[in-house]
């Protein structure tokens, strides 16, 4: 029954004194409490089923390979909440569940929208398209302003090779220091200083198809590689006026103007073509207390595809699919 529309609960015990019951949970998140439990001496001797969360979108917090990113100049990795033993992969438990709910909507303008989630739309040739992260847009066109989804600090400001212009902050909560980081990507920095990095850091890594997707979006954008023939379309690229507005050591409150939404970095935009992609890709990540490495995590608990998630920007999570710890103040998506 592990894709079909079940929840499970179970009752371990090693004899007559020890126990624990897990219960309200899809098969993945059962699954990796029965390794853990395992790991104590407690054996599974009761377990029952119910309907819960649909098949489409339960059991996706494991993605089909290790998803670790390091961001080009910045000294920390960020994993995918998974622990592997024996060739198995099993939810890292310790890294979603929190009760903290600290951050608010990472901008202002109503106009913008949830793109994407934990996972990209399904199609044909990729049914599995995991994100691990949460996009917001307008209409992948438009720009608009980046706010701080949190009170923090800024402790990273740089252009990563796959992303682009980048900002980390980190989030000290419920007296725990740099308990949380989100980390905002593909911004703008001044079409001149972005069109430049393009060449001079994204483009030399790259090979193959990748590399040609990502040459043909900048000459077709007003990005060649000489920069004398260098003349940014403002709908790529966006003005010089849409720059990073805060620096590194910064304190910001939450709301604070972090700078514009762009689509800097093959990761941004290396789709082969003229095309905007104007968007925040979010990621948000917290430090797990029992080894103090930072884990990507989807503050709406819900960790599927982008139609199981509320359509609107403040709907309150009310699904049964939110089978995890949401992270928003108030318990919901709010504007800051």
Not at 106 to 132: C, E, I, M, Q
Not at 306 to 314: A, F, H, I, M, R
């Amino acid at each position: 029954m592990e894709g079909n529309q079940r929840k499970y609960a179970g009752v371990w015990r090693a004899g007559s004194d020890g126990f624990y019951l897990w219960a309200g949970v899809d098969f993945e998140n059962f699954k990796s409490k029965w390794h853990e439990l395992a790991g104590q001496n407690l054996r599974l001797v009761s377990i029952a089923t119910y309907e819960g969360c649909g098949g489409e979108c339960a059991n996706k917090v494991v993605a089909t390979s290790a998803y670790n990113y390091n961001i080009t100049g910045h000294n920390t990795t960020y994993h995918w909440p998974v622990d592997e033993a024996g060739g198995d992969k099993y939810v890292r438990l310790s890294a979603l569940t929190f009760s903290a709910a600290p951050f608010t909507l990472p901008f202002s303008d109503t106009t913008v929208k949830r793109w994407n989630g934990w996972l990209y739309a399904p199609s044909a040739t990729n049914p599995l398209p995991y994100h691990h992260a949460v996009d917001y847009a307008i209409d992948l066109v438009k720009s608009f302003q980046i706010r701080a989804a949190a009170p923090g600090k800024v402790i990273f400001i740089g252009w990563d090779n796959w992303s682009g212009n980048t900002l980390v902050i980190s989030h000290d909560v419920g007296g725990v220091q740099d308990a949380f980081r989100t980390i905002y990507m593909h911004m703008r920095n001044g079409p001149a200083n972005d069109c430049a990095k393009a060449w001079t850091q994204s483009v030399p890594p790259l090979s193959g198809g990748t590399l040609n997707g990502y040459e043909v979006h900048l000459n077709g954008s007003g990005c060649p590689k000489a920069p004398a023939n260098q003349h940014p379309n403002p709908t790529n690229w966006g003005t010089n006026d849409q720059t990073i507005a805060v620096a590194v050591n910064q304190q910001v409150a939450a709301g604070h103007i972090l700078g514009w939404a762009g689509d800097t970095g093959p990761g941004g935009n290396g789709t082969g073509s003229a095309n905007s992609n104007t968007h925040l890709h979010i990621f948000f990540t917290r430090r797990d207390p029992t080894d103090n490495q930072f884990y990507f995590f989807d503050p709406y608990g819900i960790y599927g595809f982008p139609s199981c998630y509320p359509s609107g920007n403040t709907d309150a999570i009310t699904t049964v699919c939110a089978r995890y710890p949401n992270a928003w103040k108030g318990g919901h998506p709010q504007y800051p």
